[in-house]
């Protein structure tokens, strides 16, 4: 299969273990990919990367061939990007930011878009700064979609939508993969991977560590590939049980009034 989105041995390293180290993966043309870890592995940075925003401190990203940070204004034109953290200006509507997002492809709002928005069921005519989580997530979806493009990087995609509107973003997804489009999906939604991907890549501490076949994930070996094994076995009453083994019982002169420091306590003083 013909790599379309290709990492090499990228690394990008903002200090204390944040980044990711030494990192390849591709994804094919016509392939949907789950890119999986944990908050602070890696994935954002990676998408940072894929759309030229940053420049690796080593290694090679590139898609269609073309270097992401040297070809930045083509990948950001073309590529259909949902960032996982949406900064939208609230003195917009919807659909002038749409409009917006348009003229900066150099192109004219898309007749798509008025199919989007149906489809999502989005009221367009509100200001940004006063829609709610899910809402401005709807514009970001249409944004990203709406001039088919041949490749996506979604990030966190059904971030704040309710059910239905999450499972009519797993149908859209389908659509795009039957068109051919070649997406790249980071997800902690579990149905959202199985529904929509090929495979899934799990990356921790900014290092790919596995890949599996979506259709085979099962919550525990999700779990497993995220957070490790040790991770799993942590029970809560274990814990507390530990906690509880090293200490002796409490008695009524342990007790300090709230309001009380235990030396003034002690004095019989009130701070």
């Not at 003195?91 to 997002?101: E, I, K, N, P, Y």
């Not at 989580?133 to 970001?140: E, F, L, S, Y």
Request: proline share 4%; aromatic share 6%.
């Amino acid at each position: 299969m013909e790599p379309v989105i290709q990492l090499e041995r990228v690394t990008k390293d903002y200090g204390g273990g944040r980044g990711v180290f030494d990192l390849s993966f591709a994804v094919g043309r016509g392939e949907v990919v789950g890119f999986l870890g944990a908050n602070g592995a890696g994935k954002s940075v990676t998408m940072r990367l894929l759309m030229g925003f940053v420049r690796p401190g080593a290694g090679r990203v590139a898609i269609a061939g073309r270097d992401c940070f040297a070809e930045r204004a083509a990948i950001q034109r073309e590529v259909g990007y949902l960032p996982g953290e949406l900064a939208l200006p609230g003195d917009m509507t919807g659909r002038s930011f749409l409009a917006f997002v348009a003229g900066m492809r150099g192109t004219a709002l898309p007749c798509r878009a008025n199919a989007l928005i149906d489809y999502f069921e989005l009221d367009p005519s509100a200001k940004l700064r006063a829609m709610s989580k899910g809402t401005r997530q709807k514009v970001g979806i249409v944004a990203a979609f709406m001039h088919e493009p041949a490749v996506l990087l979604l990030d966190e995609p059904t971030s704040g939508l309710d059910l239905l509107m999450q499972r009519r973003f797993v149908e859209l997804v389908r659509a795009e993969k039957r068109r051919g489009a070649t997406i790249l999906l980071s997800s902690h939604v579990l149905g959202e991977v199985e529904g929509t991907c090929d495979r899934a890549l799990f990356v921790r501490s900014g290092r790919l560590t596995s890949e599996a076949c979506a259709a085979d994930l099962t919550l525990d070996a999700t779990l497993e590939h995220l957070y490790g094994a040790e991770a799993l076995r942590r029970r809560w009453g274990d814990a507390a049980e530990g906690r509880a083994a090293g200490n002796r019982p409490a008695t009524p002169s342990d007790s300090v009034d709230l309001g009380r420091s235990p030396a003034s306590s002690e004095r019989g003083g009130v701070r």
